[in-house]
């Protein structure tokens, strides 16, 4: 049995309509629940009444003047847009947590109930101070009547210490006041879950890694096999060879492929920004640093693959925290006493010899090992000449695709011996360079020999177009000779050494100034 009884009375919009209704009901002896009213229509919550004095109240209501009808609904309007409002909130994937002008806890949906570990009934009516004993962003709203948003927080739980985006508004009478405030509450991992699902890069699989020499063949199962697995490999070969792309293959082949691949290359960013990019920070850890702190991309990359590519360009106190990182699974941001699990697959990549760096003390050999467990040699074009003509063939068609290009565009003879009989220092980053070079030089849809300008083609260029220093040959401004002159020196300590690390080095300037000054001159490695 029904414990109560919804009505909903239609009448003529009058004076005095609602008090002559509620006069009815109070001669019946019914109590009333809840009551709402709008122009021509009443809503009743009764307690539920036996047949027979329902049928006799529906009777004498009707009877009322400008009662037009009266019927039984399931429910009240309130109560309708009560339980719409529920089923948004409790199918959100954020926690959702309203307070009222005093600060007192008003609305707890579910995902808040997960990510608190406490139960709705537990906090509703309770000061919000209580419940997040943190300086909660949301109880500044209730002071100021401003929203906020993304803000990074930190909550204590019997897990440990877990990181969380919170946004805030102020809820507001019709006079502007601010009567409560209302805030979401994001767990950060589902927040890297949600980045990553956007900006995931094209998905390569071993399937994009050209080739059928037995030599690339051999490397791309070995690739695969270990691929299923959570051990840490060291991709070892020479710049240009693809090592981005057997790391991207095989975080793609593993059971993690769903969860973000994070690549970092340690030989592009100064010493101080790598670290905090790595391990994140937190709020106050140094000036500058943003507010609520930092994660860093080992915790952005959680159940995924983090890429350390140029591993060997990483200076001592870094190998000494990775190594932390790979023996415990924890990271501790700068400036932060709590350890953060994290579950990661490293994959690092090299094209210096680890082994010599060791013996000259440039590279920690308990690292080394912990890197080393599945070493890949990917080897270099001139050991797989055989794959140049399908290589050929795929950066062709790229950059006739980037070019709009329609019609075939083919290679003769001697351009193709030419092609074949050269070392390939750049790898197959080198042969794209040179066709789409090629492509551009032909001026029609053959490319020749003449058109594919490599390494020791640059002398008779140069000579060809009497490309001498303008400074040797012309007055110009001190300043601007001597950026010149360091432009010159920069480059050619870059191709000898392939490191902004040993260029800096050689040149007796640190690190950062050699990226500075790549930036400023527009200098690629």
Known sequence: MKETLRIKIDTK?????????????????????????????????????????????????????????????ELLPYERRERQIKAVLDSV???????????????????????????????????????????????????????????????????????????????????GRTIGAVASLKDMSKVRELVYSITKPSMITFDDIIGESPAIKRVKNLAKTV???????????????????????????????????????????????????????????????????KQGLFEFAQRGTIFLDEIGELVPHLQVKLLRVLQEGRVRRIGGNQEIKIDVRVIAATNKDLEEKIRKGEFREDLYYRLNVIPI????????????????????????????IIEDIKVDGEAMKKLMSYSWPGNIRELANIVERGINLAGSNIIKPENL????????????????????????????????????????ALKKYKSSREAGRVLGVSHTTILNKMKRYNIKL
């Open 377 to 404: 040699y990917i080897p270099p074009l001139r050991e797989r000449k055989e794959d140049i003509p399908i290589l050929l063939d795929y950066f062709i068609e790229k950059f006739k695709a980037k070019m709009n």
């Open 453 to 492: 300008l490599v390494n020791t083609d640059d002398e008779k260029i140069y000579d060809n177009c009497n490309d001498n220093p303008p400074y040797q040959e012309e007055i110009i401004p001190l300043k601007e000779a001597t950026s010149r002159a360091e432009k010159e020196v920069i480059e050619k």
């Open 93 to 175: 994937s954020e926690g959702i947590i309203a307070v009222d002008k005093n600060g007192h806890i008003t609305i707890f949906n579910p995902v808040a109930e997960k990510i608190l570990q406490l139960k709705e009934e537990e906090v509703l009516g309770k000061p919000l101070k209580e419940v997040l004993p943190i300086d909660a962003p949301m109880l500044k709203t209730l002071k100021t009547g401003r929203g906020y948003d993304n803000e990074e927080i930190m909550i204590d739980g019997p897990k440990g210490r877990s990181h969380y985006i919170t946004t805030g508004r102020p809820i507001k009478n019709e006079y």
């Open 13 to 73: 919009d009058r004076v005095g309509m609602v008090l002559d209704v509620l006069k009815v009901l109070s001669e019946n002896n019914i109590n009333i629940i809840s009551m709402e009213v709008s122009p021509g229509v009443i809503f009743l919550k009764l307690d539920n009444l036996p047949e027979q004095v329902w049928l006799k109240l529906k009777e004498d209501v009707q009877k009322t003047k400008g009662v037009e009808n009266i019927t039984e609904i």
């Open 227 to 293: 691929a299923r697995s959570d051990s840490t490999v060291l991709l070892i070969g020479e710049s240009g060879t693809g090592k981005e792309l057997f790391a991207r293959a095989i975080h793609m082949a593993s059971p993690r492929s769903n969860n973000p691949f994070v690549p970092v290359n340690c030989a592009a960013l100064p010493d101080t920004l790598l670290e905090s990019e790595l391990f994140g920070y937190e709020e106050g850890a140094f000036t500058g640093a943003r507010k609520g702190g």
